[in-house]
Nanobody, 120 residues
């Protein structure tokens, strides 16, 4: 099995910053892309940012210039630095990883989520 554990969420005022972390553990051969998604109450889960094992990144338009995704491949950990937070960033943030346990079949795994609340 592969487990993803997020940390770093919390309550912050608008304009503030938070840093999320997500560590993958378990029977992992390798991890391809890792990323962050979020789901606000009453809304669908949406992509925030992704990063490949080679470091290529992709961001939602709504967070470009404010959020930065990074990863430590040696630690199977992905980070999300969130600056200039807005109330509309309030959501549960989920970590995602495309991992393989055998070297050829990649499966998406999800963390349980961490709450980010931005007050106005």
């Amino acid at each position: 099995q592969v487990q993803l554990v997020e940390s770093g969420g919390g309550l912050v005022q608008a304009g503030g910053s938070l840093r999320l972390s997500c560590a993958a553990s378990g029977s992992i051969f390798s991890i391809n892309a890792m990323g962050w998604y979020r789901q606000a109450p009453g809304k669908q889960r949406e992509l925030v940012a992704t990063i490949t094992s080679g470091g290529n990144t992709n961001y939602a338009d709504s967070v470009k210039g404010r959020f930065t995704i990074s990863r430590d491949n040696a630690k199977n950990t992905v980070y999300l630095q969130m600056n200039s937070l807005k109330p509309e960033d309030t959501a549960v943030y989920y970590c995602n990883a495309e991992a393989t346990r055998n070297g050829w079949t990649y499966t998406p795994y999800w963390g349980r989520g961490t709450q980010v609340t931005v007050s106005s």
